[in-house]
């Protein structure tokens, strides 16, 4: 089992999502559980596409951290 970060994104009208460790694989949603949702699918296709082509999948290398400003 491999476990990716993934950074969701608030846009005016609705939420996206995409993994940096993972190029290409997105996904959007009205509501953050929806892209949530919508993501997960699109990682496990992509994945899926990825083995039968024979492809190595991505690594997940990604970490995420937080600064802090005054």
């Not at 460790?21 to 992509?46: K, Q």
């Not at 994945?47 to 951290?65: A, F, M, Q, Y």
Request: aromatic share 8%; net charge negative; hydrophobic share 40%.
């Amino acid at each position: 089992m491999k476990e990716y970060l993934v950074i969701y994104e608030k846009a005016e009208h609705n939420w996206a999502a995409y993994s940096p460790d993972v190029p290409g694989c997105i996904a959007t949603g009205a509501t953050r559980p929806e892209v949530e949702r919508n993501f997960r699918e699109a990682l496990e296709s992509h994945v899926e596409g990825l083995l039968l082509e024979g492809l190595p999948t991505p690594e997940p290398i990604s970490e995420v951290g937080r600064v802090a400003i005054a």
